[in-house]
């Protein structure tokens, strides 16, 4: 079985959890809208990715560990659109969910998510308590407050922004999540793992910046330009495009560079360079910067 | 140390792990706003009731269970008070989170208490983890979907409402993890407390009846009539006012009835006697029905 059909099985598999037999139908609808078909799947690809690198011992507890990450994801992407944060039509190339079901079946369906993750994470103790545990120990704390993503949408609402604590929170949080979780589902200590994760997420900021500002909203399925309209700090603002393209390319050397030494390290840099090769940017409709 | 007290402080405890140095101020400040000064703190009075009933041997792993689940609660009032749901201006005689900061903010405090709960069931994993996983799948699986608080909120968007599943998931939920979170903290077996939580729900549904039918909304600190208004099933429109203090007396003596037996059985039984007197309503300033 290939990572992307894995990952997706997996999600699938956890979503399946949330929608038993008398569960409001349009509710239980929506959580598998919101979830499938999936974007690049980026976070857990690096989870199951970095767990492979270290043996991957235990299957079922890894792929529990992606389907928590990749639900938290998308709980946050579906709380995103909403008309109060980045009032948001379209999502993955679709209605987001608020448009396509309601406002309130979309506050619902984030809220839903986000238990499910803990709640798939718990029913996989049963692998190993003690892995489930630091796994919701570590998802919580990179999902949450005061330094997960809900700290990073949070900053958003502040007059003075501290801005290495939002970038590190709102997209930093959960790539970090990603490479320690793939740590401890495979048994190994997730500490050495942060660096990895943290620059994984600052090079994705940075190409989401790039994104934003070369990509028109048809090619990205999104939205376009939300960071100038909200005031919000970019990386294509504050260096150019040349400058946010050569960052970038610093950042992923450094992200490679800071693989912890394990039995699949070659193959774990090999996938850190795809994804970089996904991550920078080709204009292809028209520019709208640079 | 008195029950409320101790709750209190647990509650506290508990969100002082959401609020670290950098976090963002408002946020921040909003997570102690959701949840103090508390209500009745109810469901974990309960909950410690039952714990203790049971011997309370890590007394820790009950109080973080008692501020998990009164997170849970308090994210579920926020978010029930946003302009999508019930638009509440006011909630426990003070604005609601939205109207004090804002919607994005009462969107992210609700989510951030969520996962908060989580975390603060997974730190105490350091007392038990086989107890903290259990009052993890215990809390999720009365909170999210199919069957916990979320699928209760979700039956108000469908055309056809299950009414049994609208009331066990919307109202019993948050009583049946009460009474098992307090088994399982106290090492016992969560199995046998189910009937207890469900009939103290059921109870607690029919007194919030009669209270929105018989108070005004300066009495109740929130709007009043918001069932009518919705549309929402209500034990007073079926049963008229008499036979709803009939019934709600009935399901008490059932509920004593139900207590599993246990070194704390008659104190218990006295606990629900007390939380009876308090759920019957008494009108005081004028009646709207009956």
Known sequence: MGLHTRINTAVETAIRVGQGGT?????????????????????????????????????????AAAAALELIHCASLVHDDLPCFDDADYRRGKPSVHRAYSEPLAVLTGDSLIILAFEILARAAQHSPDRAVR?????SRQSGMPHGICAGQ???????IDLSAYHRSKTGA????????????????????FELGARIGEAFQVA?????????????????GQDDLHGRPNA?????????????????????????SCPGEAQLAEMVRLQAERLTPVPTTRAKAG
Chains 1, 2 share one sequence.
């Not at 796994?135 to 998802?139: W, Y």
């Not at 989401?208 to 376009?224: F, I, N, W």
């Open 23 to 63: 569960a409001p139908a349009k509710l239980s609808d929506a959580l598998h809208y919101a979830c499938t078909p999936g974007g690049a799947r980026i976070r857990p690809t690096i989870l199951v990715s970095v767990a492979m690198a270290c043996g991957d011992d235990s299957p079922e507890m890894t792929n």
């Open 135 to 139: 796994l919701i120990r570590t998802l």
């Open 154 to 160: 949070g900053w958003e609402s502040e007059a003075k």
């Open 174 to 193: 959960l790539f970090i999540a990603a490479t320690q979780m793939g740590a401890i589902a495979a048994g190994q200590d997730e500490e050495p793992w």
């Open 208 to 224: 989401d910046d790039l994104r934003d500002a070369l990509y028109d909203s048809e090619t990205l399925g999104k939205p376009v």
């Open 236 to 260: 294509v603002t504050v260096l150019g495009v040349d400058g946010a393209k050569s960052r970038l390319r610093d950042i992923l050397s450094g992200a490679i560079a800071s693989i912890p």
